[in-house]
């Protein structure tokens, strides 16, 4: 049976078939160009820039193009020893061409991300290389400062050698890989990424678990007042949020202070001694009261919107079949609620892992979290492509999250409203 | 796709130019330094040159003005830095270099432009502006007896309490070696010598974390300038780093019981820088010139407790006192560069902290975070 015998034709000739592929495709098109602004607004938002970002993490040819013949000799260096006469005149002949190009700073600057106290050293060699003689260069740049005869910055020199390297991500994790190609860990004083990395998912698990345990009774009582009552309820969830960040913040500070309000009254009725204030700012506490009231709204609308949703009676029948008012609750409200929790759950924990300013502020020496350090490479390091790397491994963290969730609980369950 | 994403960025700032032709551009902290400096010499410059110089405010850092020169559309002309990113930014070719005698006007009495500052600038883009000072002071309500020296910042004996510090490692080791026992020598030389071995780096953060797990002592530590009087009002803690000026301000300017301690401090400058490629570049330079001439420094200082650069500056302070805008403060004794505040304190390297500025600052995160 072919199918040429068997097509069905329209009245003018065409098969029936493609008449309607025609017709299917212009509703396509159009559909397209409908979705069009969103859809370039997306790429122009938020593709791109991610794309961009994943480039900068990675891309390292700067520093290989402006190192041609070092790194040429380097290819035949072990990483044992100090590197051999060839190397020191490959970087001499490079180097004299930067300096005369007026471009070594950059050089000085991709340098120093890569071990500390490189720039100093390329200054100095700058002011002496145009006094070089001929020969010898080994000997002359390490004349020049003692660190040149260090082994450890021709290492981190070589480090720099491949024009496209993941180095960066190892950096932020406290490793990098050594001269035999092995992934080790940076000396312990020195091993800061972990720590925050941890610190950072910590304060977010916590403050997601606070603003649940608050923002259910709100949602729940929000949701089974009266109106009247309920709008007022609405309004004090609400205010704060109309509220600058900065503000709440410097509030809770007054508040919690040990010379502060809520001190001062806990010594006022008696419960402690007006010379053992506890602290409750500048540590964890601080951060976590702080960051689960700027957050709590975040919880309490999709939990809300999800209640608002569940009919009484459903209670009602749970209890009139039997069951106490806690099975009732657990066996058939709680589950209802679900995408609610999923949705507010998410927003919170992804909005308070790239927090900063009120765990700076509130987190004394625990304050400093892993966007903190971004900030500080963005800003004032200008190592963007190391900004870029823990930006990307935090993006990562967070799509892992939803990851996670989307196998236990099911994205199509979130519900925002 | 970085092209796109330059077209994006120029697109934005293409925006804002517009709004912006004609005038110098000049980004700042903000606050009550911005207007320190937009009535001490902003606006007599503008007016002497004819051109409008407007004010716009920014957090420090050269991301901003990276990003800008990426993007091909820069919109700022001079931008007031710190010292260590007017080396990146001279590194990365971001600022225009000066020929420091040619572009800046002699003192009065003839003294070239590059004596007549206090010291050398640290990149040949930097022209200084203002010198302030990390110090510490305390509240007279709360501390029994008189701190005088650094060492008594970290003497928990004899004034227990709680301690305010700033966040990062920048001046905190200095203090700690300086009261460590270290003489600082001419500009804190020997301090700085000290700190480029891991030993010293080490001393210094022993002495910090000694003072921060002391249960007489203890740390808060601050990241805004407005924090440290705060915390010595509050009463939250006994004593606090933190910049004169600000303190300055809670004392004269509020009446606050705040006393400074100037043994110890650490000298840090503000600097101009010139952007490479500005809207206005041109002008900016002229603008430039005026502003930080002896006149125009001086200025500044009628306004907040910072000290102008050039010494002959100074001069022209003492012969009008008394110099502070209320009419009746003298502002020289409060300058962080006046002879009785001077005679121990240290001068804050931004070549150190700009070579070494990331791998103490691991140390000094991994200290912290073992408190």
Known sequence: MSSETQKILTTDGIPLEESLKKAEKKNKIKAFLLVCPLLLFLVITYVFPIGDMLFRSIDDRMVTNMLPKTYKAMEQWDGKQLPPEEVFEGFYLDYKKLVEEKTFGKLATQLNYEKNGFKSILKKLKRKITKFEEGNYKEQIMAVHKRWADVEYWRALKRRAPAYSYSKYLKGMDMYENEDGKIVQVSEDRRIHKILWVRTVEVAFFVTVFCFLMAYPIAHLLATLPMKYSNLLMICVLLPFWTSLLVRTASWMILLQQQGIVNDFFVWIGLVADDNRPEMMYNKVGTYVAMTQILLPFMVLPLYSVMKTISPSLMRAGKSLGGTPFVAFWKVYFPLTIPGIGAGCLLVFILAIGYYITPALVGGASGTLISNHIAFHMKSTLDWSFASAMGLMLLTGVLAIYWVYNKLVGVDNIKLG | ?371
């Open chain 2, 1 to 371: 796709m970085k092209k796109l994403s330059k077209l994006l960025l120029t697109l934005t700032f293409a925006l804002s130019i517009t709004t912006s032709a004609f005038a110098v551009v000049v980004a700042s902290w903000g606050g009550a330094y911005t207007e320190s400096q937009k009535l001490g010499y902003g606006d007599p410059t503008a007016k002497k040159l004819g051109v409008p110089i407007d004010w716009v405010d920014y957090s420090g850092g050269l991301s901003e003005i990276k990003a800008q020169k990426e993007a091909g559309a820069i919109v700022w002309d001079i931008i007031d830095v710190f010292a260590m990113d007017t080396i990146t930014g001279c590194d990365e070719g971001l600022f225009v270099e000066f020929d420091f005698d040619k572009d800046f006007p002699a003192a009065p009495d003839g003294t070239p432009a590059s004596k007549d500052f206090f010291t050398s600038m640290p990149s040949k883009c930097a022209v200084g502006n203002i010198l302030y000072s990390w110090n510490y002071a305390y509240n007279s309500k709360n501390v029994k007896g008189k701190p005088k020296t650094i060492k008594d910042f970290f003497n928990t004996k004899k004034f227990p309490g709680k301690r305010a510090i700033y966040k990062s490692a920048l001046t905190n080791l200095e203090i700690a070696l300086a009261a460590d026992g270290i003489k600082p020598g001419k500009g804190g030389a020997k301090i700085y010598k000290a700190l480029e071995s891991e030993k010293g780096i080490q001393r210094a953060l022993d002495k910090i974390k000694k003072l921060c797990t002391d249960p007489n002592g203890g740390c808060v530590f601050w990241s805004a300038g407005a924090q440290p009087p705060e915390l010595l009002m509050s009463g939250e803690v006994v004593m606090a780093t933190g910049w004169n000026g600000r303190f300055f301000n809670a004392t004269v300017g509020e009446g606050a019981p705040i006393v400074q301690v100037w043994d110890g401090q650490g000298l840090d400058y503000e600097y101009f820088v010139l952007v490479k490629g500005g809207p206005n570049e041109s002008d900016a330079k002229k603008a430039l010139a005026m502003m930080t001439s002896t006149e125009g420094l001086a200025g500044s200082a009628k306004y907040i407790a910072y000290a102008p650069w050039r010494k002959s500056s100074i001069d022209v302070m003492k012969k009008g006192e008394p110099w502070y805008k209320d009419g009746k403060t003298n502002m020289v004794p409060h300058m962080p560069t006046a002879p009785q505040n001077t005679k121990n304190y240290f001068l804050v390297d931004p070549l150190f902290w700009a070579d070494n500025g990331t791998e103490i600052g691991e140390k000094w995160e991994a200290m912290k975070a073992g408190l």
